[in-house]
């Protein structure tokens, strides 16, 4: 006498239409999670294409604002060609130790 070992492949029903109702089952288990993973990537991707062109307005806008403001035309880090600046001062030479303190 031979038991059946969960390690054998297949339905172990011998009813061929229980065999087929589960083949039928099983493809439509799989062709709906196929379709809405197609719908959820969509719907992902045109959520990402929804915030490209957000922050891509924002950037534009931004640009355009300092583009008619003139203080963002002012670079403060450079000088105008012709503009000369002389600083003058005065220094004094201290010699010493760091000890000395006049209170």
Not at 2 to 11: K, Q
Not at 13 to 20: K, L, Q, R
Not at 31 to 50: D, K, N, P, T, Y
Request: hydrophobic share 50%; no cysteine.
């Amino acid at each position: 006498m031979v038991r059946y070992s969960s390690l054998t492949r297949g339905f172990p029903a011998g009813n061929p239409i229980a065999s087929a109702l589960v083949i039928i089952v099983g493809s439509l288990a799989i062709a709906a999670s196929i379709v809405v993973g197609f719908f959820a990537f969509m719907i992902l991707g045109s959520l990402l294409m929804v915030f490209a062109a957000v922050v891509s307005v924002r950037l534009w806008w931004l640009r355009r604002r300092m583009a008619r403001e003139p203080s963002f035309h002012a670079n403060h880090y450079e000088r105008p060609a012709g503009s000369q600046q002389t600083i003058e001062g005065e220094y004094h030479v201290v010699i010493g130790d760091g000890d000395d303190h006049q209170d």
